[in-house]
């Protein structure tokens, strides 16, 4: 089944303690992506990646940051924490950057404390 | 910079209704627009995908259009049913992101 896989669905950590968000995709798709949804502010993007070792800043990357050493992989890391990054985060994958469908992952839900 | 925005923010409807929900971008130079569908603490599902070139796209009881001249997309669902009930999202792409709306509640009542 195709699909778009993240991993913990929910997690509740301290502020400042290292975490990392994992995504996987099975559809050998170049272009990932993070989005953080909150209420009243919607989904916003993070960081995207057009393809094996090419990343760049969405909209809201302070704090995170995110490697792509694999085409199926793309972990989203949060280095220190802090309390305004509670939130739901999505991975999403599609073929290309561009004309192709977005296909998400079922999110998780971050909080910290 | 994209600006997306959905009417109505939420709407309640009786089983068996046809409704359209609303979409609508302020930059006209898009790719294509995605409309989703959340259920409450879920992830996202791909109802439709419309690309620039296109004006409709139909799935079942779902057909969304594409106005990019004037900013604007519609869903139509036909024939409700309380399974349809959760938010609705739309999102336009332009290059390296999608934007989205705030998002339509709909709550469809037996």
């Known amino acids: 089944e195709a699909q778009v896989t993240q991993n913990p669905r929910y997690l509740i950590t301290v502020t400042g303690k290292k975490l990392t968000v994992t995504c996987s995709q099975n559809m050998n798709h170049e272009y990932m992506s993070w989005y953080r949804q909150d209420p009243g502010l919607g989904l916003r993007q993070i960081y995207y990646s057009m393809n094996v070792e090419a990343t760049d800043k969405g909209d809201v990357p302070e704090g995170y940051k995110v490697s792509r050493k694999e085409k199926r992989n793309f972990p989203l890391i949060l280095e220190s924490p802090s309390p305004n990054q509670t939130s739901l985060y999505f991975c999403?994958?599609?073929?290309?950057?561009?004309?192709?469908?977005?296909?998400f992952g079922q999110g998780t839900r971050l909080t910290v404390v | 910079k994209q600006e997306v925005t959905q009417i109505p923010a939420a709407l309640s409807v009786p089983e068996g209704e046809n409704l359209v929900l609303n979409c609508s971008f302020t930059d006209s130079a898009i790719y294509n627009l995605q409309w989703f569908r959340q259920d409450p603490g879920k992830g996202l599902t791909s109802l439709l995908l419309i690309q620039s070139s296109q004006r409709e796209q139909t799935s079942g009881r779902l057909n969304a259009s594409l106005d990019k001249s004037s900013g604007r997309s519609t869903l139509y669902i036909a024939a409700s049913q309380p399974g349809d009930s959760a938010t609705y999202l739309c999102?336009?792409?332009?290059?390296?992101?999608?934007?989205f709306g705030g998002g339509t509640r709909l709550m469809v009542k037996p």
């Open positions: 999102a336009v792409c332009a290059g390296n992101m999608l934007t």
């Open positions: 999403a994958s599609s073929l290309r950057e561009g004309y192709t469908e977005a296909f």
